[in-house]
């Protein structure tokens, strides 16, 4: 189940115009580009695509249009949304090259009722989506099979966002249901819903993974903030994140004490794990991954990443400007980025093979092709 392609433009023939050209995936991409190149606004798109299929974002756009493809399984969807001044103004649904929604700016359109195998007309606001507002599992199957893939994109952004500073209360941990977010609580509350669903087995694969990109631990954990002698009085309810390292057995470590780099890193491998053991979680969203770890540690959580997303079908889009990074990524997973003016095109080995396959034979690394490639 994989995003395939996806196009998206704002502010259309506006001075403020952005647009996003025509970009192609696989199930594992590296988007690379230069600064102000638009690498975390791609990320931001996809992630905006995914809240609004999924029904988290019920909110309408001043402006904004969305081409996608998405395939899952044998079944290829192509949706497409356009939105001006908060308002609908078409919204169309393909399935197998087959009509199935599609309706106009005065929010009149026709769908296609599965169980009686014919279109019905319908009337809504202009300001509300029609894939929101039609999750009927008898009638619009296809629908709502679209929405439970964008359920469960994840977005990450390593750079910004979580802190080991950030505590979580056990009521937010209960209460909330929207996970998969880049906020420490959500990451904490993903853990804590995570250990109490698979137990040991979930824990055990945390540790794994972290001893993979050198951390050695023999625990992790979430528990009461005020047992953790964090360095100033909480109630009880406040809950923190924890490890204990290997060479210190005795000695839980809060995530205060740890660097910033490292809760990162465990937050990520906390969120991958709930994915992986869930198998609900079908894209992970990362912006500059890496970012605060050193060079072995960084390739080393790449790697990680890389090997879940070929053992659980994780689809993974991350951005990077780092060269280790870049030089342990296959060019035929990579997306560059370039800018010209207001459009961002995105160039890959299945648009552009000719520049990639002629630049395998000069032997250079795959910074190389970063820094003397010119599209």
């Known amino acids: 189940m994989t995003l395939k392609t996806l196009w998206y433009s704002e502010y259309e023939?506006?001075?403020?115009?952005?647009?996003?050209?025509?970009?192609?995936?696989?199930?594992?991409?590296?988007?690379?580009?230069?600064?102000?190149?638009?690498?975390?606004?791609?990320?931001?798109?996809?992630?905006?695509l995914c809240q609004m299929l999924s029904g988290k974002n019920t909110s309408i756009f001043d402006s904004g249009h969305y081409k996608a493809e998405i395939e899952l399984g044998d079944t290829i969807y192509h949706w497409e949304l356009k939105m001006e001044q908060k308002n609908v103004i078409l919204e169309r649904l393909c399935v197998n090259g087959d009509l199935r929604m599609e309706r106009g700016e005065n929010g009149s359109g026709k769908i296609y009722y599965q169980a009686e195998d014919k279109f019905m007309s319908f009337q809504q606001q202009s300001d509300t989506m029609t894939l929101q507002q039609r999750r009927d599992a008898l009638q619009h199957p296809y629908i709502v099979e679209l929405a439970d893939w964008a359920k469960g994109a994840l977005t990450y952004f390593f750079n910004r966002s979580f802190t080991n500073t950030e505590l979580v209360?056990?009521?937010?941990?209960?209460?909330?249901?929207?996970?998969?977010?880049?906020?420490?609580?959500?990451?904490?509350?993903?853990?804590?819903?995570?250990?109490?669903?698979?137990?040991?087995?979930?824990?055990?694969?945390?540790?794994?993974?972290?001893?993979?990109?050198g951390y050695q631990l023999?625990?992790?954990?979430?528990?009461?903030?005020?047992?953790?002698?964090?360095?100033?009085?909480?109630?009880?309810?406040?809950?923190?994140?924890?490890?204990?390292?290997?060479?210190?057995?005795?000695?839980?470590?809060?995530?205060?004490?740890?660097?910033?780099?490292?809760?990162?890193?465990?937050?990520?491998?906390?969120?991958?794990?709930?994915?992986?053991?869930?198998?609900?979680?079908?894209?992970?969203?990362?912006?500059?991954?890496?970012?605060?770890l050193d060079y072995e540690r960084s390739v080393a959580l790449l790697k990680v990443l890389m090997r879940h997303s070929q053992e659980s079908k994780l689809?993974?889009?991350?951005?990077?400007?780092?060269?280790?990074?870049?030089?342990?990524?296959?060019?035929?997973?990579?997306?560059?980025?370039?800018?010209?003016?207001?459009?961002?095109?995105?160039?890959?080995?299945?648009?552009?093979?000719?520049?990639?396959?002629?630049?395998?034979?000069?032997?250079?690394?795959?910074?190389?092709?970063?820094?003397?490639?010119?599209?």
């Open 218 to 292: 023999d625990d992790v954990g979430a528990t009461n903030a005020s047992a953790l002698s964090i360095g100033f009085s909480v109630p009880d309810e406040v809950i923190a994140m924890f490890v204990v390292e290997s060479d210190r057995p005795d000695h839980k470590i809060s995530q205060g004490s740890m660097s910033q780099g490292m809760f990162r890193a465990l937050g990520l491998i906390c969120q991958i794990n709930a994915a992986v053991f869930a198998k609900e979680h079908t894209l992970l969203l990362i912006d500059d991954i890496g970012e605060g």
């Open 13 to 48: 023939g506006e001075d403020r115009s952005w647009t996003l050209e025509s970009s192609d995936f696989v199930d594992f991409n590296l988007v690379v580009g230069r600064n102000a190149t638009g690498k975390s606004r791609l990320v931001a798109v996809v992630s905006g």
């Open 169 to 213: 209360t056990l009521s937010f941990i209960r209460s909330t249901s929207n996970l998969g977010e880049n906020t420490t609580g959500e990451v904490i509350a993903a853990y804590a819903r995570s250990f109490e669903k698979f137990g040991q087995a979930y824990d055990e694969a945390i540790i794994a993974d972290m001893k993979e990109i």
């Open 315 to 375: 689809q993974v889009i991350l951005t990077t400007n780092d060269r280790f990074i870049m030089n342990t990524v296959p060019l035929e997973n990579w997306s560059y980025l370039k800018r010209n003016m207001s459009s961002v095109h995105s160039y890959t080995s299945r648009n552009n093979p000719e520049k990639f396959e002629s630049f395998k034979f000069l032997g250079l690394s795959n910074f190389d092709f970063f820094t003397s490639v010119d599209f």
